[in-house]
């Protein structure tokens, strides 16, 4: 039976020694859907920082009861699986508040970890079912978040001491000795103490770009913000253009001012001309009447964008609770949206409010552009066939022999993607990988063509009824 050896191992006895590689071609990437990117400000949570959330759950136990009504709940009621978040903002103040003992000492200073207006409550009192006890309790709107336990009294420390050790792994609150403290008294009960102090300061433009910056590293389907400012979404393109260029494939999606006038909308959307990025020039109203516009229906259209497969389309998707559009338009004022690459809201014949034409801001077509970039569906194909051919070529790189072998190993990986897309509907039969007779093999270098040809959703039908009147029965 032969014993296993490492590569680069000598052994020292006389036998018979084994070992196994894979020389298979590596299986082909799959698609990637359902996760979008969201640079936000908040009035809670880490600043700065990549959160990946996996639900609406953990969105609100890390930024608060706000991200429940704001661009984080629209991606995941959208179809976000995943949501990467950062939240952004100025310099602003964590809420603190002071524990006295019963001498009135100031003992105890308690400070939010985060900087922020979130209003949390505090009660200091003996813990129920023991007297040897004491405890803090942290709520907010009366629930209780945390609770820290200490004894009362303790022989060997102080009841100062003894709260700190117990909220040393609070997960809202930092404690400390308050300065020249050096009593050692019990601490006074506190039947409903609040924080004070905190604020949240305004996200400037900066503020926003040192978000995008920190999205650089990450991949995502979709991004969205939470702001209609135009001085904002003017960053967005550039730096759409810069991850498109480093391999990269995502859209942004914007929304439009709601109060601003249906022209003045349309003409913002032309000017992005941009087939990555989606401009959301109305919303909707929801059971309640509440408008759902802006920023939020940008949000909920960007998770709506990278929750759905490539082989299905946005257009005349229904838009889960959804009562009614916020504007009714005329027939050629929804032609002029589309003229203006301006994705609106519609309603069907049952009066479900759906997306009227699922396109991009791309309006004028120039360079290598064709009509295809003007519509979400096949755009997120054609990233999508962008993607995962370089994904799986990318494991090849470098131990890969640039002959003939290594080439058609190559082509087989990309050509198996294509495969998997015409299989998948996405592809039209006959898309292929071959050699770039223009550009022969040199050196480190391979040239490939990658021919194909996507597929696009029924949108348009066209019925011709032909009728015949006939006097005799």
């Not at 608060?64 to 629209?74: R, S």
């Not at 952004?88 to 400070?111: H, M, P, Q, R, Y």
């Not at 249906?262 to 000017?271: G, H, I, K, Y």
Request: net charge negative; proline share 3%; with cysteine.
């Amino acid at each position: 039976m032969g014993i296993f050896f490492t590569p680069g191992e000598t052994k020292k006895r006389p036998g018979i020694y084994q070992r196994y590689e894979n020389i298979g071609i590596p299986q082909g990437a799959g698609a990637i859907n359902g996760i979008c990117a969201a640079v936000f400000q908040g009035a809670w949570g880490p600043m700065n920082t990549i959160q990946v959330l996996d639900g609406l759950d953990q969105a609100i136990a890390i930024y608060g009861k706000q991200a429940a009504d704001g661009v984080l709940a629209q991606l995941f009621y959208g179809g976000a699986e995943k949501v990467i978040a950062v939240r952004i903002g100025g310099t602003g103040a964590c809420g603190t508040a002071v524990l006295a003992d019963e001498s009135k000492a100031n003992a105890i200073t308690i400070s939010l970890k985060y900087q922020g207006d979130r209003a949390f409550q505090y009660i200091v009192r003996e813990y129920l079912g023991d007297n040897t006890k004491k405890e803090l309790v942290l709520l907010e709107d009366q629930i209780i978040l945390e609770r820290f336990v200490f004894p009362k009294n303790p022989t060997d420390t102080t009841e100062a001491d003894a709260l700190l050790a117990a909220m040393a792994n609070s997960t809202y609150l930092t404690a400390v000795k308050t300065e020249n403290y050096s009593g050692n008294g019990a601490l006074a009960l506190i039947t409903q103490g609040v924080f004070t102090g905190g604020t949240v300061a305004k996200a400037t433009v900066q503020d926003y770009q040192k978000g995008f910056s920190l999205m650089e590293t990450q991949r995502f389907n979709t991004l969205s913000v939470d702001t209609v400012d135009t001085d904002v979404t003017a960053l967005l393109p550039p730096f759409m253009n810069k991850i498109y260029q480093n391999g990269k494939m995502a859209f942004a999606v914007i929304g439009a001012d709601p109060t601003a006038d249906l022209e003045t909308r349309m003409v913002q959307s032309a000017l992005f001309n941009d087939y990555k990025i989606i401009f959301v020039g109305n919303g909707w109203r929801d059971a309640s009447g509440n408008l759902i516009a802006g920023e939020k229906a940008a949000a909920r259209i960007a998770g709506m964008v990278a929750g759905i497969p490539a082989n299905e389309s946005i257009t005349h998707r229904t838009i889960s609770g959804a009562a009614e559009p916020m504007e009714y338009l005329t027939n050629s004022q929804y032609e002029d949206c589309i003229d203006h690459g301006m994705l609106v809201c519609s309603v069907n014949s049952l009066d479900q409010v759906w997306v009227d034409s699922g396109i991009t801001t791309l309006t004028t077509i120039s360079g290598n552009d064709d009509e295809g970039w003007k519509k979400i569906k096949r755009t997120k194909i054609r990233f999508e066939l962008m993607t995962r051919a370089s994904d799986s070529v990318a494991p090849m790189i470098g131990v890969t022999p640039n002959d003939e072998d290594g080439r058609a190993a190559i082509i087989q990986v990309v050509q198996g993607i294509c495969n998997r897309m015409v299989a998948e509907e996405k592809l039209l039969p006959g898309a292929c990988c071959v050699l770039d007779e223009a550009n022969p093999p040199q050196g480190d270098s391979a040239w490939f063509s990658i021919i194909a040809n996507d597929i696009d959703s029924i949108e348009k039908v066209y019925l011709t009824f032909k009728f015949s009147f006939s006097a005799n029965i």
